[in-house]
């Protein structure tokens, strides 16, 4: 049974850095498009990145491009998202899932399986 567990959250002031970490067990990892999403209070879950199984392609949403930047080590069984350039806006709860290719990558109906989450805060 897949499985994903996020870490890498905490609090950063603006213009710092954080980098996510997602781990998969229970699967072949070398086969799955793994996504990043958060989701702000109040505010419906957000694609942010999406990468394939070779990491040959990676697709981010606008609003992060530039700043945020996807990789995985497959030995690992990992992916991460290095955030840098934090703003405010980008607080929320990120997640990680395995895309199951039923629609968009930023749709979250395209994702079967979510880890639990990890808080990101950027406050001064």
């Known amino acids: 049974q897949l499985q994903l567990v996020e870490s890498g959250g905490g609090l950063v002031q603006p213009g710092g850095s954080l980098r996510l970490a997602c781990v998969v067990s229970?699967?072949?990892?070398?086969?799955?498009?793994i996504v990043w999403f958060r989701q702000a209070p109040g505010k419906e879950r957000e694609g942010v990145s999406h990468?394939?199984?070779?990491?040959?392609?990676?697709r981010y949403v606008d609003s992060v491009r530039g700043r945020f930047t996807t990789s995985r080590d497959n030995a690992k069984n990992t992916v991460y998202l290095q955030m840098d350039s934090l703003k405010p806006e980008d607080t929320g709860v990120y997640y990680c899932?395995?895309?199951?290719?039923?629609?968009?990558?930023?749709?979250?109906?395209?994702?079967?399986?979510w880890g639990q989450g990890t808080q990101v805060t950027v406050s001064s």
């Open positions: 229970g699967g072949n990892f070398n086969v799955a498009s």
């Open positions: 899932g395995i895309d199951n290719h039923r629609g968009a990558w930023s749709w979250p109906g395209s994702v079967d399986v």
């Open positions: 990468i394939n199984p070779s990491g040959t392609s990676i």
